[in-house]
């Protein structure tokens, strides 16, 4: 039963970040939380406990990010237009404009998913989890978790345009493709088979 | 409800080329009698292409030097940790006597430090004089902590050194340079601009603005006021009496 070695921690800062930007919406928030989470995991030693290091510093992470919401909901705000000129800038605007809004309206779409729907995304399609270590570090079941991906996956594709023919033509109405004619269920809200909202 | 579920999870394993062989064969056959399933799979997939791109984002690299800095300045020890469950009943028993007394002598409070006690070197006396301005195309003085530079503000915003001093506050070493600047009211305003090295302390509940990828919290304890930021994974503070916060976030934002 290894410990986790400090000294591995710098490279999963990159695809930390990623998950905490996705837990967020906010690339601010997403640095403070990997801070802090590195600064939790690294105020004592700390036991894997069989877990891969990735899964156990998504627990760490998620367990910050719950925290620090919890925090952030007691907290008082205070309007940053007395501050004009202290107006925060998107580092990233400058060198890739078109990237970074497809990839900021990504983030916002996966900011909007339940909490549930999103650490399981996160988890699996950010962090590159096993469904099992996924379900391991978020403490359900394997088969939540694909369900938890699968739902998300659909919202965020059909949020986001679904590349098809059908999505891009006005009126939005299906085309024909062979046996892949798709019927009511693949609208966003209707009641098919497979667009559901409820809890999994 | 059982059927749909585990179709669920079977086409989001399909997607990702995670199901195993024989589910897959399963799968196909069912998808080659229905359009829907076909469908939902292509939503999958589509989704999996869209989550690729954020696979192109890297960390900042304030973010990257911080957390180097914070590994190198996390405690080392030897060993795995203790594992309290094999300490005797009797020394655990003991443990949590004096641990109770602990509590109850110091008046059930955190021990934990706070930036908000640390702010309280910010607003003291300096002990050491002014350290050295080196004006130039982009000025600082020579003086820094935990290989941050202290800013020169004394062209741009009109504050000047006026002393400095050096303390230990939990474990950490704590480096403080004071500058002042004339108020409305004829007088002096001073400001004490303090970083500690070694592990930033723990965010305060505070009303936050966020600057340049920097989240500065606002603090009013005992009629002073302080901006608190990390920098690097540091603790860095701006503390006065009678400055109004507006004024020290314009300071931190130029520190």
């Known amino acids: ?79 940053g237009s007395e501050l004009e000129e202290l107006e925060p800038e998107d580092p990233r605007t400058g060198d890739r404009p078109e990237q970074a809004v497809e990839t900021r309206e990504l983030i916002s779409r996966i900011a909007n998913l339940s909490e549930d729907h999103r650490l399981a995304l996160v988890a699996v399609d950010v962090l590159g989890l096993s469904y099992r270590e996924a379900a391991q570090a978020l403490r359900t079941r394997e088969a939540t978790i694909a369900t938890r991906v699968f739902r998300a996956r659909q919202r965020i594709a059909r949020e986001l345009g679904d590349g098809s023919p059908a999505a891009q033509r006005p009126g939005g109405a ?17 009641s098919g088979v497979f667009t559901t909202e409820g809890p999994t | ?56 984002e890297p960390a900042p690299a304030e973010l990257h030097a911080s957390v180097q800095s914070m590994i190198a300045d996390a405690p080392t020890r030897q060993g795995p ?17 004096v641990a109770l007394l602990a509590v109850l002598l110091s008046g059930g409070g955190s021990s934990a430090p706070t930036v908000n006690q640390a702010a309280t070197l910010a607003l003291r006396q300096p002990t050491e004089p002014s350290p050295v301005e080196s004006p130039g195309p982009k000025p600082t003085l020579q003086r820094e902590a935990a290989g941050i530079s202290f800013p020169y503000w004394r062209d741009s915003l009109g504050w000047s050194t006026s002393g400095a001093r050096s303390d230990t506050f939990a474990g950490r070493s704590a480096t403080t340079v004071f500058y002042t600047a004339p108020n409305a009211s004829g007088g002096t305003a001073r400001v004490g601009y303090t970083i500690l090295s070694g592990a930033a302390l723990p965010l305060p509940k505070a009303p936050a603005v966020e600057h340049a990828g920097t ?41």
């Not at chain 2, 897959?24 to 056959?29: H, P, Q, T």
């Not at chain 2, 009013?220 to 006021?225: E, I, Q, V, Y």
């Open chain 1, 1 to 79: 039963m290894p410990p986790l070695d400090p000294a591995s921690l710098p490279k999963h800062t990159d695809r930390l970040f990623r998950a905490a930007w996705a837990l967020t919406g906010s690339r601010e928030d997403a640095q403070d939380l990997v801070q802090e989470t590195f600064a939790r995991v690294l105020a004592r030693p700390r036991m894997l406990h069989g877990q891969d290091e990735l899964a156990y510093l998504l627990r760490v992470l998620r367990n910050t990010f719950l925290t620090q919401r919890r925090t952030a909901s007691r907290r008082p705000q205070i309007s």
């Open chain 1, 174 to 190: 299906p085309a024909e493709r062979g046996n892949m004619k798709p019927e009511d269920g693949n609208k966003k809200g209707s």
């Open chain 2, 81 to 97: 940790p203790r594992r309290s469950w094999r300490l005797a009943p009797v020394a655990v028993a003991a443990v949590a006597v």
């Open chain 2, 215 to 255: 989240r500065y919290l606002v603090i009013s304890d005992n009629g002073a006021t302080v901006v608190t930021w990390r920098r690097n994974g540091h603790t860095c503070i701006l503390a006065a009496r009678g400055v109004a916060p507006k004024t020290l976030l314009h300071l931190a934002a130029w520190a």
């Open chain 2, 1 to 56: 409800m059982m059927r749909r579920r585990k179709a669920e999870a079977q086409l989001a394993r399909a997607a990702d080329g995670t199901l195993r062989a024989g589910d897959r064969r399963e799968l196909e056959a069912r998808i080659d009698a229905s359009p829907e399933l076909a469908e939902e799979l292509r939503l999958q997939t589509r989704a999996l292409t869209l989550m690729q791109t954020l696979a192109d």
